[in-house]
């Protein structure tokens, strides 16, 4: 071996799941798989998700919800949020995805569309705050009622309202829930009655009872990535379910030379600044260059020695969120950075 492998364990993911569904209930969760689930491969992690009965996976854009649907079969819940052309609605509707809906012209032509296999399922979403997208409170009004006649006329069915929240600070969110409550009895008044109403992600979802209403759309701590600045994996009950490993591939005096480098997804600017846990311990990453990086000596380091970039703290490694923070990112940035050409392996398929 001298490149490096993504070690993926869906035995502690299964356990992640557990812990999460447990922490949020009632509320069911709806498993992020975006961003090829957070880099740790859709496909495995949706097998493994429908077999420990998960049922509603947050997929982000059509290809992916396309990808669960074929992996988790029909009757699984897949929510996207990225539907934009009246093409990929129609490619949704099709694929019996549940859509996210946070502007005007989306759902006029939702609401329409004649004919086609069943009418849209969709999930209206106020901005809350963020201003990424969703619908402007002051258009809200108008908003749902347009949604809600749209409904009495066959083309859609209303099955959710939705935000998204920053999950920074306590105060800005709780600013946030207020304009999702307002926005919750505006629709109830314009005659809507969804069945999921959701709006946090996994830290407030974790931290914040009352942000987790029907439904809250976590992938982070699924895969153990625990958030920057915030509670350690061992205070959230949950552990990182990938290792990311490189074989010593030279060793050349006080350097060590290992195969991994930028092309792989290794951030060069952790170089000097994090490291890397070796058979004899850490030692410091020195250099990243393209298909390799320099690493302070161990006595007796070999050929084909692993070392591993990150994995879990409880085993005195790196993770993706301590690599983070020592750059100013976040672990699922470090961990969706790492290449698809580094080859994932699974442990725990059933
Ligand atoms: C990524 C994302 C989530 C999941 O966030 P985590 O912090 O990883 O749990 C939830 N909702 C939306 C809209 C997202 O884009």
Known sequence: MTGSVLEVDLDLFAMNLARVR?????????????????????D???????????????AFDLVTGARVRTGAGGDARIFVWIADTPEQVAAAIE??????VGDRRLLDDIAARRGGPRPARVHLKIDTGLRRNGVRPEEWSEFVSIA????????????????????????????????FE?????????????????????????????????????????YGIRPAG??????????PIARWVAPVVEVAGDV?????????????????????ATPAGPRRLLTVAGAMSEVAAWPGADIG??????????????????????????????????????????????
């Open 305 to 350: 020695d692993r070392v591993v970039v990150y994995g879990d703290a409880g085993r005195n490694e790196e993770t993706a969120t301590s690599l983070a923070e020592t750059i100013d990112s976040i672990g699922e940035e470090v961990a969706v950075r790492v290449s698809p050409l580094v080859p994932r392996q699974y442990r725990g398929v059933r």
């Open 95 to 100: 694929l019996d995805l549940d859509i996210g």
């Open 148 to 179: 809600a006649a749209a409904e009495r006329a066959g083309s859609l069915i209303v099955e959710g309202i939705w935000s998204h929240i920053a999950e920074a600070s306590d105060e800005d969110d709780d600013i946030a829930r207020d304009r």
């Open 182 to 222: 307002q926005a919750l009895r505006t629709a109830e008044t314009a005659g809507l009655r969804p069945r999921w109403r959701h709006l946090a992600a996994s830290a407030a979802a974790f931290a914040r009872p009352e942000f987790r209403y029907d439904i809250a759309r976590v992938g982070a701590f699924c």
């Open 230 to 239: 915030g509670p350690d994996e061992a205070e959230l009950g949950v552990k």
């Open 256 to 276: 060590v030379r290992i195969g991994v480098g930028a092309r792989d997804g290794l951030f060069s600017t952790l170089a000097s600044r994090a490291d890397v």
């Open 44 to 58: 495995a992690v949706v097998a493994r998700a429908r077999r420990e009965g998960v049922r509603w996976f947050g």
């Open 22 to 42: 447990a922490a949020i209930a009632p509320a069911e969760l709806m498993l992020v798989v975006k961003n090829d689930a957070y880099g740790h491969g859709v």
